[in-house]
């Protein structure tokens, strides 16, 4: 497929599949203590006492997606993790 960097003005998140989030910890040289929790609307990334970040995305993400790979020779941690499919129902009510 094809990526599209977000960078604020092209607001088409019908189109966005997945988000890529990546986190440059140059503090770190392995990636065995960095913690990722996802829920639906954030993302959190901590290692130690050293690092504490959280992340809401513009979009809803779905938790089971998250992957996460940390790259020990850049000491970037990258994420990846699909936008959850949304499913309306609809009740009518006859007044």
């Known amino acids: 497929g094809v990526t599209e960097e977000f960078d604020g003005l092209n607001e088409n998140l019908e189109k966005v599949q997945k988000i890529h989030l990546q986190y440059e910890l140059p503090l770190l040289v392995t990636g065995k203590g960095i913690g990722l929790k ?19 995305p513009i979009i809803l993400v779905d938790p089971s997606t998250a992957k996460a790979i940390f790259d020990i020779k850049t000491r970037t941690l990258n994420v990846q993790v699909a936008k959850l499919k949304v499913f309306f129902i609809l009740d009518f009510v006859n007044i």
């Open 38 to 56: 996802v829920s639906e609307d954030e993302v959190e990334i901590s290692a130690g006492k050293i690092y504490h970040m959280i992340l809401r």
